[in-house]
């Protein structure tokens, strides 16, 4: 017994333009995110979204996961990697405060994604929506501390890092307001 052609066509278009093919929910999923934050950018949205090979078959909440647990891969690495520096000898006091500072805003931010995670998965998005926030304001603060040291700054060795978690958290944030 087979379904009527029609049918099976019917299904393959509903299944194509409802999260069968994710390649579309993640273009569309940044297009949307970038129109609610001017700093956004919508290839690093882009690239960052589809370098996670489950992302292609999501939907939005699953987006949703992915780029949060993005982001808390990004704070660990770079907590990792401020770590590494305070153990140069060549790292000036200045700098290194300012480093410490950021070590610390680092270390909530990784603990507040992991709730984040919890929060978004069991629906509680308010929760996750002022977590992440928290973890976004987390690489502005250490991008500032630098700035205002100016005698640092030709050691500011996390501005693209902090710049990429900003991002990763402004794209969770967008995307969990998305859900609702
Ligand atoms: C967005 O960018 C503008 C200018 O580049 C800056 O003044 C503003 O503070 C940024 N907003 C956020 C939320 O970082
Ligand atoms: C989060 O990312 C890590 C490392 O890429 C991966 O091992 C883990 O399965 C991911 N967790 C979720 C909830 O996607
Ligand atoms: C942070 O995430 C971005 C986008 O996924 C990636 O390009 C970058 O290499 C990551 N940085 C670290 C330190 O993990």
Redesign the pocket.
Known sequence: MCPPFSLIFLSFFVLLFHGGFGVDLIEETCRKSVQTDPNLSYNFCLTSLQAVPKSHTSDLKGLG??SI?LTK?NATHTNLYIKKLLNQKQISQYCKIRLIDCLDLYSDAIISLKNA?KDFTSRHNFEANIEVSAAMDASTTCEDGFDEMKKCSEASPLTKRNNDMFQLAAISLAIINMVG
Do not use: A, D, G, R
């Open positions: 996961l992915i647990n891969t995670i």
